[in-house]
């Protein structure tokens, strides 16, 4: 969180271990395993450990915090979405709210009033939701106040460079003032260094991630790193 520095929650992220190419980022292998379709299986794979480690730091005393998880199209368009990740928290025994969805502005507005519905469907769960990569897709306001999501997330090109570029800068403030005039949370992504954290602290962004505060961690190295912000 922004006003005050606590850490407010983590995003589950996913890497392939190669046996012989080694760690391979994301952007590598999700359009292979979408056109595969395996994306499916991968996606619930990733949920499911998601909400699984979440309850694991829970008991292990870690402070509540949120679990974002990304969800892919395939997933999104999925009938028995809602019913899955139930039982997905309930085996688990994690409380829908401590689960936080991401969905892209371009699924959400390739049928809007479906998404409509599932987003619905899930808030009702008790899950918040969140519009990744906002600023990138073709958003119709008009839907965009009908999604029942808590939070836009300003995609990292905008935030990359809003120390130098006054467009970028321009966009970020317009993005954040109409957030807070919807009532959503404000989520800055790719935060690196300390002049893009101080003007999006200017402008009353909420919450910010990237690597000025670390780079991405295994579960173990993650849950050491809270621990150390929390002087434990």
Not at 1 to 9: F, P, Y
Not at 70 to 75: E, G, H, I, T
Request: glycine share 6%; charged share 20%.
């Amino acid at each position: 969180a922004v006003e005050d520095g606590h850490l407010s929650g983590a995003e589950a992220l996913v890497r392939w271990q190669h046996p012989t190419l080694g760690l391979i980022a994301p952007a590598e292998f999700i359009s292979i395993a979408e056109l595969s379709g395996q994306i499916l299986q991968l996606g619930a794979w990733v949920m499911k450990e998601a909400i699984r480690q979440a309850k694991a730091w829970q008991d292990e005393g870690l402070p509540m915090m949120s679990m974002a998880v990304n969800l892919s199209a395939a997933q999104f368009r999925q009938s028995h979405l809602v019913q899955q990740i139930k039982a997905m928290l309930d085996e688990a025994g994690l409380e829908a709210r401590h689960l936080e969805l991401e969905l892209t502005e371009s699924m959400a507005m390739e049928d809007p009033q479906t998404a409509i519905e599932v987003i619905d469907a899930l808030h009702d769960l008790g899950i918040a939701l969140s519009i990744d990569d906002f600023g990138t897709g073709y958003s119709s306001l008009a839907y965009l106040k009908r999604f029942r999501i808590s939070k836009l997330k300003i995609d990292q090109s905008f935030v990359r460079d809003i120390a130098s570029d006054p467009n970028d800068r321009a966009i970020v403030d317009a993005i954040i003032t109409m957030a807070h005039s919807l009532g959503f949370t404000t989520i800055a992504e790719g935060v690196e260094t300390a002049e893009q954290l101080a003007f999006l602290h200017a402008h009353d962004c909420h919450e910010v991630q990237g690597y000025y505060f670390s780079k991405p961690l295994p579960a173990d190295e993650f849950k050491a790193f809270v621990q150390a912000r929390n002087g434990a």
